[in-house]
C-alpha cells in the first residue's frame, strides 16, 4: 500500500469505504426486512393455528353439551321415576343427528335398562333390544344421511367408553378407534358422560363422532402453497393429517425428530409449542406451531400443528433479501465505475504537480542547480494549484539565502533554550515575511516564556516530577506566572483531594444504606410480583366459571322455550280431548235412545207373546206348536229387554266417566295456562339472570384485564428493583475507589479527613 501513488490509494480508499458501508447498509436493511417478514409470516401462522383450534375446541365443546345434556336427563328421569318413551327417545336422537351433522351416533347403556324404559313384549319385533331383552338402541348416521338402529353393546365396564366416565367421574373422550358403518371402516372417537343416582354410578350415554369431518375441514385450510394442519389428541394419537396412513396412529410411530415429539409434552401441560424440523408430509423444513386447546375443563388437552415449508413463507423474505442484495451490487457497480473515471483523471494531475515539485524539491535539496516551472494547462484546481507553485518556486530562490541566514540564528538561539535560559533573541533578518514573523513570534514567545514561566525551567521540572510522584507538597521558588500557577494549582489539587476523599467516605456511608434499602425493596417487590400472579390466575379461573354459567343460562332459556312449546301443544290436546269427550257423550245420547226403543221392541214382544199363548191355549191341541213358539218369543223378548237393560247400565257409566274426562280435561287446559304463564316467567327470569351474568362477565373480564396490567407493572418493579441493587453495589464499589485512590497521594491534612453528615435517615 505504501508502494502506490496517492491516487491510487485514494481509489482504493474509496472504493473500500464504499463497498464497506453499501455493503454493510445491504445487510442491515436486507437482514431487518427479512426479519420483519419473516417474523410476520410466522405470526400468521400462528394465528391460523389459533383459529383453527378454537373451532376444533368449539366442536369438542358442543359434543360435550350434548353428551351432558343427555346424561341430566336420564339423571332427572331415574330422580321422578319417570318411565320414558321408546319412540320418543329415538326420535330425540334422530333430532340430535340431524341438527349436529359432526356427530355420527349416539347411545346409551345402563346396568339395569328396565328403570327408564318397558321390558320387550312379544309383539314388539323392533330391533331396538339387547340380548337380554333391555331397550338400549344405538342410532347411527349412514353415508346416505339415512339412519340406521341398532342394539347397543351390553353394560361392561371394562368397555373403555363406559369406564373412562366411571373411572374420571365426568364427561371424558376415548382414545381413536376403528368402526365398521355402511362396509367401511371409520375412525371415531367417542365422548361419554357418567350417570348418577343417589351418588352411584347407573351407566354412561355418548355421542360418537368421525374423525374424518375434522380431517375435511382441516385439509380445506389454506396455509401458503403445500402448508397443512395436524391435530394431535390428549393420547398422542394423530386425528387429521393430509397423508391418511397417519390416521389415528400415535405420534412416536409416525417419526423420532425430537422437535416435533416434544410437542407432545407440550400438549400435557397445554401449553403452545413452535419448532422447525423436517415435516411429515414432504419431508422439506418447515416451520410448525402448535396451539393447545382444552377437552371441556377435563385438563386433557389437543393440539392444532400448523406446518408451512420454510421456502413457501419465507419466499417474500427471500425475494426482499435478494433484490435488496441485487440492487445494492448494481449501485456498487456505478460507484466503482465513476471513482475509476474520476480517479483516471485525479491520478494524472497529480502525477504532474508531483513531478514538479520533486525538480522544485531537488533544487531545494541542492541536488541540482536550476528548476523548472509545472506545465498544467488545466483550468481547474490543479491548473490554478500549478501557476501558484510556479509563483513561488521564483520567489523561493530568492529568499533561499536569506532564510539559510535565519536559520542559522535559529539554532543558536535554539540551543541556548535548550540549556533553559530564555533572555536570548533572534537577530538576523529575512526579505521572507513568514519567516521575519516567525523570528518575531519565537523572539516574543521567548520574552513571554521568561516571563510566564521562569528564568530556570528546572526549578519546575523539579517540582513537576514530585507532582508525578502524587506528591503535592513541594512549591516553587520563582515570580514567573507559570511558576505562581503551579503553586496555585497545587494548592487546589490539595484542596480536591481533600474534598475528594471526604465525599468518597460519605459516599460510602450512603452506599452502604442505600444497598441495605435496595436489598429490602428487592425483597417486597419480588413477593408483591408472586402474589399479584396468584391473584391473576385465580381471577382469571373465576372468568371461566362465571363465563360457563353464562353458556349454562343461555342453554336454560332454550330449554325453557322448548318446554312452552311442549305446554302449548298439551293445552292444543286437551281442547281436542275435550271435543272427542263431548263428540263420546253425543254418541253415547244417541245408543241410549237405541236402547229405548229396543226395550219397548222387547216389551210389546214380550205382550205379543203372552196373546199368543193365550190364543194358543184357547186352540187346544192344534194350538200346542204355537205356543212352544209363543213360549220362546217370550224368553227372547225377556232376555231383549234383560240386556238393553244391562247395556243402558253401561251406557250411562260411560256417560258418567265420560263426563268426568271433560271435567278433567278443563282442569288440564286450566293446568296448561297457568304453566305457560309461570314457563314465560321464568323465561324472563333467566333472561334477566343472563343479562345479569353477561354484564357480571364484562365486569369480571376489566378486572381480569386489569390485575393482568398491574401484574406486568409489579413484575417490571422487581426488574427495576433487582436493577437498582446492581447499581448500588456498583456505587459501592465506586465509593471504596474514590477513597482508595485519595489514599494513594499525599496531600495536606490527609489523615484528618472524616465523611460528612447528610442527616440520612437509616
Same mark, same amino acid.
Given at each position: 500500500?505504501?508502494?502506490?501513488?496517492?491516487?491510487?490509494?485514494?481509489?482504493?480508499?474509496?472504493?473500500?469505504?464504499?463497498?464497506?458501508?453499501?455493503?454493510?447498509?445491504?445487510?442491515?436493511?436486507?437482514?431487518?426486512?427479512?426479519?420483519?417478514?419473516?417474523?410476520?409470516?410466522?405470526?400468521?401462522?400462528?394465528?391460523?393455528?389459533?383459529?383453527?383450534?378454537?373451532?376444533?375446541?368449539?366442536?369438542?365443546?358442543?359434543?360435550?353439551?350434548?353428551?351432558?345434556?343427555?346424561?341430566?336427563?336420564?339423571?332427572?328421569?331415574?330422580?321422578?321415576?319417570?318411565?320414558?318413551?321408546?319412540?320418543?327417545?329415538?326420535?330425540?336422537?334422530?333430532?340430535?343427528?340431524?341438527?349436529?351433522?359432526?356427530?355420527?351416533?349416539?347411545?346409551?347403556?345402563?346396568?339395569?335398562?328396565?328403570?327408564?324404559?318397558?321390558?320387550?313384549?312379544?309383539?314388539?319385533?323392533? #330391533?331396538?333390544?339387547?340380548?337380554?331383552?333391555?331397550?338400549?338402541?344405538?342410532?347411527?348416521?349412514?353415508?346416505?344421511?339415512?339412519?340406521?338402529?341398532?342394539?347397543?353393546?351390553?353394560?361392561?365396564? #371394562?368397555?373403555?367408553?363406559?369406564?373412562?366416565?366411571?373411572?374420571?367421574?365426568?364427561?371424558?373422550?376415548?382414545?381413536?378407534?376403528?368402526?365398521?358403518?355402511?362396509?367401511?371402516?371409520?375412525?371415531?372417537?367417542?365422548?361419554?358422560?357418567?350417570?348418577?343416582?343417589?351418588?352411584?354410578?347407573?351407566?354412561?350415554?355418548?355421542?360418537?363422532?368421525?374423525?374424518?369431518?375434522?380431517?375435511?375441514?382441516?385439509?380445506?385450510?389454506?396455509?401458503?402453497?403445500?402448508?397443512?394442519?395436524?391435530?394431535?389428541?390428549?393420547?398422542?394419537?394423530?386425528?387429521?393429517?393430509?397423508?391418511?396412513?397417519?390416521?389415528?396412529?400415535?405420534?412416536?410411530?409416525?417419526?423420532?425428530?425430537?422437535?416435533?415429539?416434544?410437542?407432545?409434552?407440550?400438549?400435557?401441560?397445554?401449553?403452545?409449542?413452535?419448532?422447525?424440523?423436517?415435516?411429515?408430509?414432504?419431508?422439506?423444513?418447515?416451520?410448525?406451531?402448535?396451539?393447545?386447546?382444552?377437552?371441556?375443563? /377435563?385438563?386433557?388437552?389437543?393440539?392444532?400443528?400448523?406446518?408451512?415449508?420454510?421456502?413457501?413463507?419465507?419466499?417474500?423474505?427471500?425475494?426482499?433479501?435478494?433484490?435488496?442484495?441485487?440492487?445494492?451490487?448494481?449501485?456498487?457497480?456505478?460507484?466503482?465505475?465513476?471513482?475509476?473515471?474520476?480517479?483516471?483523471?485525479?491520478?494524472?494531475?497529480? /502525477?504532474?504537480?508531483?513531478?514538479?515539485?520533486?525538480?522544485?524539491?531537488?533544487?531545494?535539496?541542492?541536488?541540482?542547480?536550476?528548476?523548472?516551472?509545472?506545465?498544467?494547462?488545466?483550468?481547474?484546481?490543479?491548473?490554478?494549484?500549478?501557476?501558484?507553485?510556479?509563483?513561488?518556486?521564483?520567489?523561493?530562490?530568492?529568499?533561499?539565502?536569506?532564510?539559510?541566514?535565519?536559520?542559522?540564528?535559529?539554532?543558536?538561539?535554539?540551543?541556548?533554550?535548550?540549556?533553559?535560559?530564555?533572555?536570548?533573541?533572534?537577530?538576523?533578518?529575512?526579505?521572507?515575511?513568514?519567516?521575519?514573523?516567525?523570528?518575531?513570534?519565537?523572539?516574543?514567545?521567548?520574552?513571554?516564556?521568561?516571563?510566564?514561566?521562569?528564568?530556570?525551567?528546572?526549578?519546575?521540572?523539579?517540582?513537576?516530577?514530585?507532582?508525578?510522584?502524587?506528591?503535592?507538597?513541594?512549591?516553587?521558588?520563582?515570580?514567573?506566572?507559570?511558576?505562581?500557577?503551579?503553586?496555585?494549582?497545587?494548592?487546589?489539587?490539595?484542596?480536591?483531594?481533600?474534598? #475528594?476523599?471526604?465525599?468518597?467516605?460519605?459516599?460510602?456511608?450512603?452506599?452502604?444504606?442505600?444497598?441495605?434499602?435496595?436489598?429490602?425493596?428487592?425483597?417486597?417487590?419480588?413477593?408483591?410480583?408472586?402474589?399479584?400472579?396468584?391473584?391473576?390466575?385465580?381471577?382469571?379461573?373465576?372468568?371461566?366459571?362465571?363465563?360457563?354459567?353464562?353458556?349454562?343460562?343461555?342453554?336454560?332459556?332454550?330449554?325453557?322455550?322448548?318446554?312452552?312449546?311442549?305446554?302449548?301443544?298439551?293445552?292444543?290436546?286437551?281442547?281436542?280431548?275435550?271435543?272427542?269427550?263431548?263428540?263420546?257423550?253425543?254418541?253415547?245420547?244417541?245408543?241410549?235412545?237405541?236402547?229405548?226403543?229396543?226395550?219397548?221392541?222387547?216389551?210389546?214382544?214380550?205382550?205379543?207373546?203372552?196373546?199368543?199363548?193365550?190364543?194358543?191355549?184357547?186352540?187346544?191341541?192344534?194350538?200346542?206348536?204355537?205356543?212352544?213358539?209363543?213360549?220362546?218369543?217370550?224368553?227372547?223378548?225377556?232376555?231383549?229387554?234383560?240386556?238393553?237393560?244391562?247395556?243402558?247400565?253401561?251406557?250411562?257409566?260411560?256417560?258418567?266417566?265420560?263426563?268426568?274426562?271433560?271435567?278433567?280435561?278443563?282442569?288440564?287446559?286450566?293446568?296448561?295456562?297457568?304453566?305457560?304463564?309461570?314457563?314465560?316467567?321464568?323465561?324472563?327470569?333467566?333472561?334477566?339472570?343472563?343479562?345479569?351474568?353477561?354484564?357480571?362477565?364484562?365486569?369480571?373480564?376489566?378486572?381480569?384485564?386489569?390485575?393482568?396490567?398491574?401484574?406486568?407493572?409489579?413484575?417490571?418493579?422487581?426488574?427495576?428493583?433487582?436493577?437498582?441493587?446492581?447499581?448500588?453495589?456498583?456505587?459501592?464499589?465506586?465509593?471504596?475507589?474514590?477513597?482508595?485512590?485519595?489514599?494513594?497521594?499525599?496531600?495536606?491534612?490527609?489523615?484528618?479527613?472524616?465523611?460528612?453528615?447528610?442527616?440520612?435517615?437509616?
Amino acid at each position: 500500500m505504501n508502494k502506490l501513488n496517492f491516487g491510487t490509494k485514494l481509489l482504493l480508499i474509496l472504493i473500500s469505504v464504499t463497498i464497506i458501508s453499501l455493503g454493510l447498509m445491504i445487510y442491515i436493511v436486507s437482514s431487518y426486512s427479512y426479519s420483519n417478514s419473516r417474523t410476520d409470516a410466522q405470526n400468521y401462522i400462528n394465528e391460523l393455528a389459533k383459529k383453527n383450534a378454537l373451532e376444533t375446541k368449539n366442536t369438542l365443546d358442543k359434543a360435550i353439551v350434548i353428551s351432558n345434556s343427555i346424561a341430566n336427563k336420564y339423571a332427572s328421569a331415574i330422580e321422578h321415576k319417570e318411565k320414558l318413551s321408546k319412540e320418543g327417545t329415538i326420535k330425540y336422537f334422530k333430532s340430535l343427528l340431524e341438527h349436529n351433522p359432526f356427530i355420527l351416533g349416539i347411545w346409551f347403556t345402563f346396568e339395569d335398562g328396565s328403570i327408564f324404559y318397558e321390558k320387550k313384549t312379544d309383539t314388539d319385533t323392533q #330391533n331396538y333390544y339387547t340380548k337380554k331383552g333391555v331397550f338400549q338402541p344405538y342410532v347411527v348416521r349412514n353415508t346416505n344421511g339415512s339412519f340406521t338402529i341398532e342394539p347397543s353393546s351390553e353394560f361392561d365396564l #371394562n368397555s373403555e367408553w363406559i369406564n373412562l366416565p366411571y373411572k374420571n367421574k365426568q364427561v371424558s373422550i376415548t382414545e381413536p378407534y376403528n368402526y365398521n358403518i355402511d362396509g367401511k371402516n371409520i375412525l371415531l372417537t367417542t365422548v361419554s358422560s357418567p350417570v348418577y343416582f343417589e351418588g352411584k354410578f347407573i351407566g354412561a350415554v355418548g355421542v360418537d363422532f368421525s374423525l374424518e369431518s375434522f380431517n375435511k375441514k382441516t385439509s380445506e385450510i389454506k396455509l401458503f402453497d403445500s402448508g397443512y394442519g395436524t391435530i394431535i389428541d390428549a393420547y398422542g394419537k394423530v386425528i387429521s393429517h393430509p397423508n391418511i396412513e397417519n390416521l389415528g396412529k400415535s405420534l412416536k410411530d409416525i417419526t423420532t425428530n425430537e422437535n416435533i415429539l416434544n410437542v407432545l409434552e407440550a400438549t400435557k401441560k397445554g401449553e403452545d409449542y413452535s419448532f422447525i424440523a423436517k415435516n411429515l408430509r414432504s419431508g422439506v423444513d418447515s416451520y410448525s406451531y402448535g396451539f393447545a386447546f382444552e377437552f371441556g375443563e /377435563t385438563k386433557n388437552y389437543w393440539t392444532f400443528i400448523a406446518t408451512v415449508p420454510e421456502d413457501e413463507y419465507l419466499a417474500k423474505s427471500n425475494f426482499i433479501k435478494n433484490f435488496s442484495i441485487f440492487s445494492g451490487l448494481i449501485v456498487l457497480a456505478v460507484i466503482i465505475l465513476v471513482l475509476i473515471y474520476s480517479m483516471k483523471r485525479l491520478n494524472k494531475n497529480l /502525477t504532474t504537480i508531483k513531478d514538479g515539485l520533486l525538480d522544485f524539491f531537488s533544487y531545494l535539496n541542492k541536488e541540482t542547480k536550476n528548476t523548472n516551472p509545472i506545465k498544467l494547462d488545466s483550468s481547474d484546481e490543479f491548473g490554478e494549484m500549478a501557476k501558484m507553485i510556479n509563483q513561488n518556486i521564483e520567489k523561493t530562490q530568492s529568499l533561499i539565502i536569506q532564510d539559510n541566514e535565519l536559520i542559522e540564528d535559529v539554532k543558536r538561539v535554539v540551543n541556548e533554550v535548550k540549556a533553559g535560559r530564555f533572555n536570548k533573541k533572534i537577530e538576523k533578518n529575512s526579505d521572507n515575511q513568514n519567516l521575519e514573523e516567525l523570528k518575531n513570534i519565537f523572539n516574543e514567545m521567548l520574552e513571554t516564556t521568561k516571563n510566564n514561566v521562569c528564568e530556570d525551567i528546572n526549578k519546575v521540572i523539579k517540582v513537576l516530577e514530585s507532582f508525578a510522584k502524587l506528591d503535592f507538597r513541594p512549591r516553587i521558588d520563582d515570580k514567573g506566572n507559570i511558576a505562581l500557577g503551579i503553586n496555585n494549582l497545587a494548592e487546589i489539587i490539595n484542596a480536591m483531594l481533600v474534598e #475528594n476523599k471526604s465525599n468518597g467516605l460519605t459516599l460510602d456511608e450512603s452506599s452502604d444504606i442505600l444497598l441495605a434499602n435496595v436489598d429490602k425493596l428487592n425483597i417486597s417487590s419480588n413477593e408483591a410480583a408472586a402474589s399479584l400472579e396468584e391473584t391473576a390466575a385465580a381471577l382469571e379461573e373465576i372468568t371461566s366459571n362465571i363465563r360457563n354459567t353464562t353458556q349454562n343460562i343461555a342453554q336454560m332459556a332454550t330449554y325453557s322455550n322448548k318446554v312452552t312449546k311442549a305446554a302449548n301443544d298439551g293445552e292444543k290436546l286437551a281442547n281436542q280431548t275435550t271435543v272427542a269427550m263431548d263428540e263420546i257423550n253425543t254418541q253415547v245420547n244417541a245408543i241410549n235412545e237405541a236402547i229405548s226403543v229396543i226395550d219397548q221392541i222387547a216389551f210389546q214382544t214380550n205382550i205379543l207373546s203372552l196373546n199368543a199363548a193365550v190364543e194358543a191355549a184357547t186352540a187346544g191341541e192344534a194350538g200346542r206348536g204355537f205356543a212352544v213358539v209363543a213360549a220362546e218369543v217370550r224368553n227372547l223378548a225377556s232376555r231383549s229387554a234383560e240386556a238393553a237393560r244391562e247395556i243402558k247400565a253401561i251406557v250411562e257409566n260411560a256417560t258418567s266417566k265420560a263426563n268426568q274426562g271433560k271435567q278433567i280435561a278443563g282442569n288440564m287446559i286450566d293446568g296448561y295456562k297457568e304453566l305457560n304463564q309461570n314457563i314465560v316467567n321464568t323465561i324472563n327470569l333467566i333472561s334477566d339472570i343472563e343479562m345479569s351474568s353477561k354484564e357480571q362477565l364484562t365486569g369480571i373480564e376489566q378486572i381480569n384485564d386489569a390485575v393482568t396490567s398491574l401484574d406486568r407493572q409489579t413484575q417490571q418493579n422487581a426488574q427495576i428493583a433487582s436493577q437498582t441493587h446492581d447499581v448500588a453495589t456498583i456505587t459501592d464499589e465506586i465509593a471504596k475507589l474514590i477513597v482508595n485512590d485519595a489514599n494513594t497521594k499525599e496531600f495536606v491534612k490527609k489523615d484528618e479527613i472524616k465523611a460528612k453528615n447528610l442527616n440520612i435517615k437509616k
